[in-house]
């Protein structure tokens, strides 16, 4: 069975930084393209940040370039969102989530129960 | 970014059909057959319907069913039923911006 189990998140005032991380289990985690989408409170789903397989390719939303960091450690099943200069809008429940077909970050069949991160004074 | 467009309510009596539209662009659904769409609980995390416009993954009833037409994406649910109720999203990779939501449709069972 596919978990994904999301931690780090939290208050922090704006500027600050959090490191997200999500600890995969149940597949092949090296395998599969892995991604980032938040939920802000009474919003939609955004797309965060997405990482290749391999981990040589990234992505991010025009919202957080610059900002955040996605990143993977294959041998632990372990995956990463460094979240720096951090803005009151970016507060939202994260999810991690596991690609359907592996290779191209972009069709999520796994989803953790997301973490909770809240920018305020 | 701007989110694929979608209504905010759609509802049908159970046992009825309802369809669901997700209008983008030439850069995103129009372009790419990478199109998505999830159903949402409230505090439950989403759920894989439909990848790649029209394909279910295993274990999703095939009442669902997705199309494509242009720009615009469609979700179809026929024979709705209570357990239905939720928040649906589509998704779709662009050209512009990689991959990119739509705004969110909430469905209503009667």
């Known amino acids: 069975e596919v978990q994904l189990l999301e931690s780090g998140g939290g208050l922090v005032q704006p500027g600050g930084s959090l490191r997200l991380s999500c600890a995969a289990s149940?597949?092949?985690?090296?395998?599969?393209?892995m991604t980032w989408v938040r939920k802000a409170p009474g919003k939609g789903l955004e797309w965060v940040s997405a990482?290749?397989?391999?981990?040589?390719?990234?992505y991010y939303a025009e919202s957080v370039k610059g900002r955040f960091t996605i990143s993977r450690d294959n041998s632990r099943s372990t995956l990463s969102l460094q979240m720096n200069s951090l803005r009151a809008e970016d507060t939202a429940l994260y999810y991690c989530?596991?690609?359907?077909?592996?290779?191209?970050?972009?069709?999520?069949?796994?989803w953790g129960q997301g973490t909770l991160v809240t920018v305020s004074s | 970014q701007s989110a694929l467009t979608q209504p905010a309510s759609v509802s049908g009596s159970p046992g009825q059909p309802i369809t669901i539209s997700c209008t983008g662009a030439?850069?995103?659904?129009?372009?790419?057959?990478?199109v998505s769409w999830y159903q949402q609980h409230p505090g439950k995390a989403p759920k894989l319907m439909i990848f790649?416009?029209?394909y279910r993954p295993s274990g999703v009833s095939d009442r669902f069913s997705g199309s494509k037409s242009g720009n615009t994406a469609s979700l179809t649910i026929s024979g709705l039923q209570a357990e239905d109720e939720a928040d649906y999203y589509c998704?779709?990779?662009?050209?512009?911006?990689?991959?990119?939501f739509g705004g969110g449709t909430t469905l209503t069972v009667l």
């Open positions: 149940g597949f092949n985690f090296k395998t599969y393209a």
């Open positions: 030439n850069s995103d659904v129009g372009s790419h057959t990478s």
């Open positions: 989530a596991k690609d359907h077909q592996g290779v191209l970050p972009d069709q999520f069949d796994s």
């Open positions: 990482i290749s397989a391999g981990g040589d390719t990234t």
């Open positions: 998704a779709s990779c662009s050209s512009t911006t990689y991959l990119v």
């Open positions: 790649d416009v029209h």
